[in-house]
C-alpha cells in the first residue's frame, strides 16, 4: 500500500511563497494530486500531473499561482504555492488520482495570514 509524507507547511504572509514536498513509499500511480482541507469543508483537489509531468490540472482557485511537479526518481511530487492568500489556508495532502487511496498521509499545514 502506498503511503505519503508532506512536508514544508508554514505561517506565511499573504503574497509569500512556499514548496510542498510529498514523498511516497511503495508502488506510485499514474497521477498524483494535491488536495485540500480545511475544518468543515470537503476535502479538494487543487492540482494533479501524470507520470511525465507534462499533464497537469488546476483548480481555478490556484490557476497562475501553483505549480505542481513530481521526481519519479526520489518518489517525490512537490507544489510550489506562489502569491498565497489567506483563503489558501489548510492542510494539504497529495494522494493518488482519481482514485485516492484510504491511506491518506498527516498532511502539512499552511497558513496564511498577517
Known amino acids: 500500500q502506498v503511503q505519503f509524507v508532506e512536508s514544508g507547511g508554514g505561517l506565511v504572509q499573504p503574497g509569500d511563497s512556499l514548496s510542498l514536498s510529498c514523498t511516497t513509499s511503495g508502488r506510485a500511480k499514474y497521477f498524483m494530486a494535491w488536495f485540500r482541507q480545511t475544518p468543515g469543508k470537503a476535502r479538494e483537489r487543487v492540482a494533479s500531473?501524470?507520470?511525465?509531468?507534462?499533464?497537469?490540472w488546476y483548480a481555478e482557485s490556484v490557476k497562475g499561482r501553483f505549480t505542481i511537479s513530481r521526481d519519479n526518481a526520489k518518489s517525490t511530487v512537490y507544489l510550489r504555492m506562489d502569491n498565497l492568500k489567506p483563503e489558501d489556508t489548510a492542510v494539504y495532502y497529495c494522494?493518488?488520482?482519481?482514485?485516492?487511496?484510504?491511506?491518506w498521509g498527516q498532511g502539512t499545514q499552511v497558513t496564511v495570514s498577517s
Open positions: 500531473l501524470n507520470w511525465a509531468g507534462d499533464v497537469t
Open positions: 494522494n493518488e488520482f482519481p482514485d485516492p487511496s484510504d491511506a
